[in-house]
């Protein structure tokens, strides 16, 4: 080889080499989760209730307590959405109700005759900046009007105020009773355009954590609280700030990371009987397990609102102990809050027995179910949830809530269209 | 130019480095080795434990109960194992109640089909329990295939508090030794950080006004059942409050330990612990968990943890899974004893 091809050659190489360089870097966006253990760019609590009186909830005042807390060692801002999704009569919007409350036998119909009840969707935004590591707390129904550092006068001059000098706070839920989730956005301080996370520690990932506590609180008999994690979507790194906010999908365009390919669930069929208790040493009546999911559409549209609800088709499969699979499929838009046995069956108890979430056809105490949404054209469709799985027995009902598992990515990815920043 | 050349080299090695993204524990995927820091079996709770197969093939697991009870001779935790296999056909869900535990021969269901047996534990048990993934000669393998939950029962205050066993992942580097590391080759890294949102102790809840209580379990990563060597780690906390404000303590580890938040650092007067509502003055803090690495390099000291929150006069209480941040720096070992 003459030393002239010999320069070409090691020039080519190079010329290669640093090409691959590039291109690496480029696509360089770091893997993102979606996980409700970790920090994250977008928080989603699927599940938030609010009904001080009862009147939805069995006559037991219920409310949810939230906290969110910025992970990082920045001063963050975020900006939120309440999502109600209360039905309401078809004859009268004034009144609030539950497709399985009207449709129970023996249940005093809220809606009356002739009337069906009807889901709605609306949306109201607040937004709000956290100083280092600040953690914040507030229930549902009062909201947080005044932040714990409102007044700028804390030792180290930190502030809550945002950078227009706007003073942060949530409102609180617009609705009561209120069935709905809550969505935050961890968004650039100066200006308030959706930003990827601030803190190398966190990988850049986001710097949002959250959890709820839903409790409900009888005049008389057992308080019940359940609690979960907010579930986190990480940034990728990748954003290009605009309302269109990009969730997983093609890895040069993500900018946070996609909704789970499959949601999977381990829980108790509808019914299952269980000797838990004791009373003075002695075991009780057993207690009687149900559980009820929710899940919230991984796509939502807060610009369009009722134009574009988000949703899907979601397709069930159950194994029970022994190893043998049924399958179910419904539908949602907006959310999806029902207990497991009326997946498949109507919405009312009478007919429980006959579901495949109910342990009168499996026969086991558990199953692990698997959901998957259908994707659509050119959306994933993906969607997040939790679970509650309460025990009744003589004493009452206590409850605990459950993050859901997650299993493999989407090749679309959803898209959430943020409400605009009036100026 | 062959300067250049290796320059270039050494920059596309180094940015493919650190593109690769560490495995981290999970609670919301399955994983290799599943951890549920917190069983009780006593007079007063019972522990519910699901244990699922997110694959759709037949797995086998090693279990071990550790249990972390004091012993009454030596006012140190027992560590004491009990171990015991079960095996999963695809997709299959399993569930037993730890006082009760599966009996040997199978109640319901044809020998293929049964997990079982899992032996019952005594009367007094305070520790964790383990599964991990082997083939069927016992040889750990990475497969990310376990998932599970415990269920904490209180048989007389009926509260139920429900966590997600933490399932740590298993990586293409393990070489099937009984010698499992968590060092980002054979298994995913403990956690760097474990960040903790909590009411402080004895805080007003929002809604009930009565006081809120947290605790948290801790268990070391890093053992050796072979050898019956509990791991060990220094915690150092960092708390802030809603004012931006924070104070730190300590906190030693050894085998397992289950606290009350206001006695990790004040077990005399818990109002003057950093962890009070009484101290703090607000209602939530943030606190950021971080095991104290030291110059031992042949283990790690991370540790896995879950909190419990009690309300309402400790009657009702929540099961919390914390939220962690990062890989451990140092790697973490943790030790099985082999066939014989």
Known sequence: ?423 | MQKTFFGWLVVLLAVLCGTVVADEVSTDQPGSLLVFPKVVVDQTQDTIIQISNATGSRLFARCFYINGAIDPQTQLPSWAVTDFQIKLTRLQPSVWVASQGLPITPPDRPAALYPGPVPPLGAVFTGELRCLIVNESETPISRNALTGEATIIDRVTHSTRKYHGIAVRGLPGNNGDNTLLMNGVEYATCPRVLLLNHFFDEAPDPILTTPVETSLTFVPCSGDIEHAMPGQANLLFEVFNEFEQRLSASFNVQCWADTKLSEIDNQSTPTRSIFHYAMQGTLVGQTRIRPAPDADTSTGHGVLAIAEEFRDNRTVGAGINVHFIGGNLQGDVFAVPGSF
Not at chain 1, 36 to 51: E, H, M, T, W
Not at chain 1, 126 to 141: E, N, V
């Open chain 1, 1 to 423: 080889m003459s030393t002239m091809t010999h320069k070409k050659w090691q020039r080519a190489l190079s010329g290669a080499v640093l090409g691959l360089a590039v291109v690496t870097l480029a696509g360089s966006a770091r893997a993102a989760d979606v996980a409700s253990d970790k920090p994250g760019a977008i928080l989603i609590f699927p599940r938030i209730v609010v009904d001080t009186s009862g009147v939805l909830t069995n006559g037991v005042p219920t409310d949810t307590e939230i906290q969110i807390t910025n992970a990082s060692n920045s001063v963050i801002s975020a900006r939120c959405w309440w999502v109600n999704a209360t039905s309401y009569c078809s004859n009268n919007p004034a009144i609030a109700c539950t497709a399985e409350g009207e449709a129970e036998p023996g249940n005093a119909r809220r809606c009356g005759a002739g009337s069906v009840c009807v889901p709605q969707w609306t949306e109201q935004d607040f937004r709000f900046t956290l100083t280092k590591r600040q953690p914040i707390s507030f229930t549902a129904a009062t909201g947080l009007p005044t932040f714990p550092l409102a007044d700028s006068n804390a030792v180290g001059g930190q502030s809550n105020n945002n950078s227009d000098q706007t003073p942060s706070g949530v409102p609180a839920v617009n609705d009561n009773p209120f069935f709905g989730e809550l969505k935050c956005v961890q968004v650039d301080p100066t200006d308030f355009a959706p930003a990827p996370g601030f803190n190398p520690s966190n990988n850049g990932g986001g710097d949002l954590t959250g959890h709820a506590t839903i409790v409900s609180a009888p005049p008389v008999g057992l308080v019940d609280a359940r609690k979960y994690n907010a579930i986190a979507l990480e940034s990728t790194t990748i954003n290009d700030r605009d309302e269109t906010l990009i969730l997983g999908g093609d890895p040069g365009l993500a900018e946070y990371a996609g909704c789970p390919n499959v949601i999977q669930m381990a829980h108790f069929y509808d019914n299952a009987s269980l000797s838990l208790r004791y009373v003075g040493g002695q075991p009780t009546a057993n207690d009687v397990v149900t559980s009820r999911l929710t899940v919230v559409p991984c796509s939502e549209n807060f610009l369009l609102q009722e134009a574009d609800l988000g949703g899907a088709t979601l397709q069930f499969l159950t194994f029970n102990e022994f190893e043998q699979r049924f399958s179910a499929s419904t539908s949602f838009t907006c959310q999806k809050d029902l207990q497991l046995s009326n997946i498949d069956t109507r919405p009312f108890s009478t007919d429980n027995s006959k579901s495949v979430f109910n342990v009168a056809v499996q026969g086991t105490l558990t199953g692990q179910t698997r959901i998957r949404a259908v994707s659509s054209g050119d959306r994933a469709n993906g969607i997040l949830g939790v679970l509650e799985e309460s025990y009744t027995g003589p004493a009452g009902v206590r409850t605990s809530a459950e993050n859901l598992h997650f299993t493999g990515s989407r090749a679309l990815s959803d898209r959430i269209v943020l409400s605009p920043e009036l100026p």
